[in-house]
């Protein structure tokens, strides 16, 4: 099985700053696409970023410009710099994963637990 650790959610003042990483580890023969959510308290998950294998890029149109995805295909980890947050940006982040187990198997979807982010004065 695969397994997603993510760390780096906190609280903090609006203008801040954090850094969230999530690393997957065990059965993984293939990375394919990796990237984080995030849930409001009554609200859908929705896509906040991704990254592919290849490094290409997408944002939410709303983290556009302030938070910034990148990934190390070696060690199948991921991070998401968070500037100039936003009380809005107040949710449960989670880390995805599209992870091939093993040779001839198919695109398999993994979940984090999720991390909470907190914007507040």
């Known amino acids: 099985q695969v397994q997603l650790a993510e760390s780096g959610g906190g609280l903090v003042q609006p203008g801040g700053s954090l850094r969230l990483s999530c690393a997957a580890s065990?059965?993984?023969?293939?990375?394919?696409?990796m990237g984080w959510y995030r849930q409001a308290p009554g609200k859908q998950r929705d896509l906040v970023a991704t990254i592919a294998p290849t490094g290409r890029t997408k944002y939410a149109d709303t983290v556009k410009d302030r938070f910034t995805i990148t990934r190390n295909n070696f060690k199948n980890t991921i991070d998401l710099q968070m500037d100039g947050l936003k009380p809005e940006d107040t949710a449960v982040y989670y880390c995805?994963?599209?992870?091939?187990?093993?040779?001839?198997?198919?695109?398999?979807?993994?979940w984090g637990q999720g991390t909470q982010v907190t914007v507040s004065s």
């Open positions: 995805k994963a599209v992870i091939v187990t093993a040779w001839g198997s198919p695109d398999s979807e993994f």
């Open positions: 065990g059965s993984i023969y293939r990375a394919n696409d």
